[in-house]
């Protein structure tokens, strides 16, 4: 399962991504060929309450937490302690991503093949330098967990008593205060900064992509498409 932490005053931009990653298809709105879903945190605007509910009534690909939308105060704690009324399944791995990331599912599949289904911790290591994956943490433009280290932060109290502050750099934290993903996987060069954007973590564009951050204009993210 793929989450894509947005905000709904982002609506564009929420409404545009779902069309481009093709979940939504127009004759057959509530079949999903993957699980995707759009992550927010509580509605507090009028208008937010009325577009995501209409969105919510054509489609079963949003997810609204109990959070402040902020980006230090908790919500990807919130998102991986998700209960299990709302995770009924198990799954192999869950991820979370920014909303200007552009994924491409079977890449990224492929590239999950051969990999552990316990303790990992995949992603894209920061600083951009590092090509050791335990030096230093996962970039938050999106990681993967397996499924074990997603119900140890749903039960530990390791990641509940540590839930502000920058959120990739607190998953790092809660896993070495907890001894735990010592399965850490770095998929550079596959993972990436769009070309021209950040000059440490960018390079041009690879046919084995998995995924491209800072897609921050429309146009953009239809060119990865």
Same mark, same amino acid.
């Given at each position: 399962?793929?989450?894509?932490?947005?905000?709904?005053?982002?609506?564009?931009?929420?409404?545009?991504?779902?069309?481009?990653?093709?979940?939504?298809?127009?004759?057959?709105?509530?079949?999903?060929?993957?699980?995707?879903?759009?992550?927010?945190? /509580? &509605?507090? #605007?009028?208008?937010?309450?009325?577009?995501?509910?209409?969105? *919510?009534?054509?489609? %079963? !690909?949003?997810? +609204?937490?109990?959070?402040?939308?902020?980006?230090?105060?908790?919500?990807?704690?919130?998102?991986? /302690? &998700?209960? #299990?009324?709302?995770?009924?399944?198990?799954?192999?791995?869950? *991820?979370?991503?920014? %909303? !200007?990331?552009? +994924?491409?599912?079977?890449?990224?599949?492929?590239?999950?093949?051969?990999?552990?289904?316990?303790?990992?911790?995949?992603?894209?290591?920061?600083?951009?330098?590092?090509?050791?994956?335990?030096?230093?943490?996962?970039?938050?433009?999106?990681?993967?967990?397996?499924?074990?280290?997603?119900?140890?932060?749903?039960?530990?109290?390791?990641?509940?008593?540590?839930?502000?502050?920058?959120?990739?750099?607190?998953?790092?934290?809660?896993?070495?205060?907890?001894?735990?993903?010592?399965?850490?996987?770095?998929?550079?060069?596959?993972?990436?900064?769009?070309?021209?954007?950040?000059?440490?973590?960018?390079?041009?564009?690879?046919?084995?992509?998995?995924?491209?951050?800072?897609?921050?204009?429309?146009?953009?993210?239809?060119?990865?498409?």
């Amino acid at each position: 399962m793929i989450g894509i932490l947005t905000r709904t005053d982002n609506y564009d931009r929420c409404h545009f991504l779902p069309l481009v990653y093709g979940v939504r298809p127009v004759l057959s709105p509530r079949h999903h060929p993957r699980q995707l879903k759009f992550v927010f945190c /509580s &509605l507090t #605007k009028p208008k937010q309450r009325a577009l995501i509910a209409l969105e *919510m009534l054509r489609f %079963d !690909d949003i997810l +609204i937490l109990n959070c402040t939308e902020t980006m230090n105060s908790g919500k990807t704690y919130t998102y991986f /302690s &998700l209960p #299990k009324l709302l995770l009924p399944r198990k799954y192999d791995y869950i *991820m979370m991503a920014d %909303d !200007d990331v552009f +994924i491409r599912f079977e890449p990224l599949a492929l590239s999950l093949k051969a990999l552990p289904r316990v303790d990992l911790y995949y992603g894209f290591v920061i600083p951009c330098a590092s090509m050791d994956p335990f030096v230093e943490y996962m970039s938050g433009m999106g990681f993967l967990l397996s499924w074990d280290l997603v119900e140890w932060i749903r039960s530990s109290e390791v990641p509940k008593e540590n839930v502000v502050g920058p959120q990739d750099k607190l998953i790092e934290k809660w896993f070495k205060m907890g001894n735990k993903a010592m399965k850490k996987i770095s998929n550079k060069p596959a993972m990436y900064d769009y070309p021209g954007t950040n000059e440490r973590c960018s390079h041009e564009l690879i046919p084995e992509t998995v995924a491209v951050h800072r897609l921050k204009r429309l146009k953009d993210v239809v060119s990865q498409n």
